[in-house]
């Protein structure tokens, strides 16, 4: 039989066989030490119930049940207090969170106040127009002297707008602050009245030889603003797209609505200018001497002084074509004076400047006949870029293209040999040259050797020539042989060799239209000419 | 029954059969080794013709006309959408700008529904083929950007299909044409070449009888002496 509260009894060390009177005295006297033990209360009064004293069983179950619920009643607190507490520790962190940013902001703010309020000190080298003080300065200064200026002269107008002049106000500022300032601007007042109603100006470039250009205001990028990069980028993207372009009237027409749409910007006229060259290239290839002369009226005006050349390099050769002859001195002589002016106010690289003397000579030759001009300038251009020790790629180009035409005046004026050789060992070694230049460069060579009884010597340039157009998929240059060809009557005097030279300068003329067949036919009818002699 | 059933001629119809075949082949190889090839080798070359451009995608082309190409990109360079580098709509096509300096105009090919598929080309009369009959090739050449990116329900997964019909077509008509690969990381663009070498658009494909084609037939040619 199972001995009943036996685990009562082991918890408090007491024998089996206690009995229950005994069991109760024992939790009554442990009732004294502790009265809040619900598991104590409640044994008690499961011994009662065990002694069927079931009035005291009912009085300790209560006791159990309200020790319990305060029990219960006190852990409930308990957990309220940690609530509480967990959550004005969430709310701290919250507002500490919250305030931190507007703390940095603060803070960073103060910092930039304070920094900004210190004195700005001017940097060692460097320009003091650009510091803000002085800008500020130069401003009311400006105000100043035009308010100055308006009261005494009521006459006078200020427009920033686009203008011919387009003077930004600063700009406007500092010609007002030198010494003739007044002078001169009563003078530009004369001249604006002396134009028409057209809204005239003048291009950058003035030649002596010619009176002053007369442009429309459209044609002259002046609208005021700094050169917009996206813009550039654009039209030079643009450009080489119409640069291969045949149509010309297509280009004219790009040009117009292009202008149109981005108001050209004075400081922008160098893409102004760049298409209009396009343009220009384009209708005088056409040999459309009203559009080119259109063209390069309009590439004057663009005022880009990188350009002028090219302008008096198209009037010269159209107005030749148009039989001008008269107009087509007055622009190469233009053109030389637009090569001193640059060359004087050192405004290109050695480069430019070079090719512009190649372009000199090119011009003496190919339109006045002029040999001794042409060599001359094509030597002066020669000597800029061989006197510089470090050559970039560009002088190297430059320097080919130049040795080219002068090997052109060489054999037209049939130097000696060893002058010849020379130059053509140059040549040989420069590797700078493209295939359609280098088809030149064996014409001229075969028809030199030709003309000093060197036929064999002849015969391997002309090997050279046929074989390149044989390999060659398009025979691409831009070499004009009329000057050359003009030539020939003079410095040949042999007819039948003046007659092969004639053929082979007709076979490598990229400007007469023919199949590359038909121009390997005329080399070898030459070196079948040579074999048989 | 031995007498009744011979081989011997039937072995001697299937020898000599065998024999004739084996002569028929010597002779048709030795036919193939003098035959001359003519293979074109294509080589990017240097051109005075004007490059037309074109965009091939999901077997469709689009021929680009860049007066309102550009036209259109300098209207929203003007109008300040293309600084810094942004992405801009040059209304044309559904195609998408962007002006950097380093590649010039760059711009990227999304819907490609409104452009003509290149199976038009087989039509008499297409948008399409009056664009390639225009072109004119002593003027102009064909410029292709060929997207190779594989989009749902395109049939041969990429522009290529299209650019080679095209381009076949296109030399049937005796036009160079060129071309370059393209995708959404490198776009197709056009920027000058005094950008980068890479901003040059050539032909290396001949058009069919091109007078100035080579000729990869000739035995005696020899680089000696060529400068």
Redesign the interface.
């Known amino acids: 039989m199972k001995t009943p509260f036996l685990q009562l009894k082991k918890q408090w060390s007491l024998a089996e066989e206690t009995s229950i009177q005994d069991l109760l005295e024992h939790a009554l006297n442990k009732l004294n030490t502790n009265p809040n033990d619900p598991e104590l209360v409640y044994a008690i009064a499961e011994l009662y119930r065990h002694l069927d004293n079931n009035a005291e069983a009912d009085k300790f179950y209560k006791q159990a049940i309200d020790i319990t619920n305060q029990r219960t009643l006190q852990r409930a607190e308990a957990l309220e207090k940690r609530v509480d507490k967990k959550r004005n520790n969430i709310r701290l962190k919250l507002l500490l969170f919250t305030l931190l940013p507007i703390i940095t902001g603060l803070f960073i703010a103060a910092m930039i106040w304070s920094t900004l309020s210190k004195p700005e000190p001017l940097p060692k080298g460097s320009n003091p127009e650009k510091f803000a003080f002085t800008q500020w300065l130069a401003k009311q200064q400006m105000v100043e002297v035009m308010s100055t200026l308006q009261a005494e002269n009521p006459e006078l107008t200020f427009d920033f707008s686009r203008s011919a002049t387009a003077m930004s106000p600063m700009e406007f500022m500092q010609s007002m602050m030198q010494p003739d300032a007044l002078e001169k601007l009563r003078r530009d007042q004369e001249a604006a009245k002396n134009n028409n109603d057209d809204g005239e100006g003048k291009p950058a470039f003035q030649c002596s030889r010619e009176p002053a250009m007369r442009c429309a205001k459209r044609d002259i990028p002046s609208a005021p603003g700094e050169e ?4 550039v ?2 039209m ?6 119409l640069n ?4 010309c009237e ?1 280009i004219e ?2 040009i117009e ?2 202008g149109q ?3 050209w910007r004075k400081s922008e006229r160098n893409i102004k200018a760049d298409l209009e060259d396009l343009a220009t290239e384009c209708f005088y290839k056409q040999k459309n001497v009203e559009k080119t002369l259109e063209h390069a009226r309009k590439l004057q005006c663009s005022g880009d002084a990188g350009y002028i050349n090219s302008v008096y390099w198209y009037t010269t050769a159209i107005n030749h074509y148009a039989d001008n002859k008269a107009g087509a001195l007055t622009a190469y002589q233009c053109f030389q004076e637009a090569t001193k002016h640059i060359e004087k106010n050192e405004l290109f690289s050695p480069a430019y400047i070079a090719s512009r003397h190649r372009e000199s000579g090119a011009l003496a030759w190919l339109y006045f006949d002029d040999l001794s001009t042409a060599t001359e300038e094509l030597k002066k251009g020669r000597a800029i870029l061989k006197k510089i020790p470090k050559k970039t790629r560009i002088m190297q180009d430059v320097i080919g293209e130049i040795n080219l035409d002068l090997m052109e005046t060489y054999v037209t004026a049939n130097v000696d040999n060893d002058e010849f050789q020379e130059l053509l060992d140059e040549i ?1 070694s420069s590797g700078r ?4 230049y ?1 088809q030149i ?2 014409t001229l060579a075969s028809i030199y050797y030709m003309q000093n009884n060197q036929p064999n010597t002849a015969l ?1 340039h002309l ?2 020539l046929s ?2 157009f ?7 240059c831009g070499w004009d042989w009329t000057g050359f060809r003009r030539g020939l009557k003079d410095s040949i005097n042999d007819e039948r060799i003046r007659e092969q030279a004639t053929i082979l300068v007709d076979a490598t003329n990229c400007y007469i239209p023919q ?3 038909k121009r390997i036919e005329q080399i070898q009818s030459v070196v079948k000419f040579l074999k048989g002699r | 029954m031995k007498d009744l059933i011979s081989l011997d001629s039937l072995t001697d119809i299937v020898s000599n059969s065998v024999g004739i075949l084996i002569i028929f082949a010597v002779i048709n190889l030795i036919h193939d080794n003098n035959k001359t090839y003519q293979l074109e080798i294509p ?1 990017e ?7 037309v ?1 074109f965009i091939s995608k999901n077997d469709r082309v689009l021929v680009i006309d ?2 309102t190409f ?2 259109n ?3 929203q ?2 109008s300040k959408a ?2 810094n580098k942004r992405l801009f709509s040059l209304e044309y096509f559904g195609l998408l700008g962007k ?3 380093k590649k ?2 760059s711009f990227f090919a999304r819907d490609t529904s409104d452009w003509p598929e290149f199976k038009e080309i087989e039509k008499r009369s297409s948008p399409l083929r009056d664009s390639l009959d225009k072109l004119d090739p002593t ?1 102009q050449f064909a410029y292709f950007f060929v997207y190779d990116n594989i989009e749902d329900g395109s049939s041969s997964g990429s522009g290529f299909e299209a650019f080679r019909k095209t381009r076949e077509y296109l030399k049937s008509r005796s036009i160079k044409s060129g071309w370059q690969p393209v995708n959404s990381e490198s776009p197709a663009n ?6 980068s070498r890479r ?1 040059v ?1 050539q032909p290396s494909y ?1 058009g069919g009888d091109s ?5 990869f037939n ?1 035995k005696d ?3 000696e ?3």
């Open positions: 917009r990069n996206e813009v980028l654009l030079d993207a643009y450009r080489s797209v291969t372009e045949k149509d297509k027409k790009s609505s292009i749409q981005l108001h040989n040259l493209t295939d359609g280098k460069k064996d391997i090997k050279n074989l390149r044989k390999l060659i998929p398009e025979y691409v199949a590359t067949s | 080589l070359h240097e051109t005075d013709l004007s490059p451009f860049t007066d550009f036209a990109a300098t209207s360079a003007t293309a600084i002006i950097d300096d010039g105009i003027k056009i920027c000058s070449r005094s950008f901003c658009y001949l007078s100035s084609s080579s000729n000739d040619k020899s680089a002496n060529v400068q």
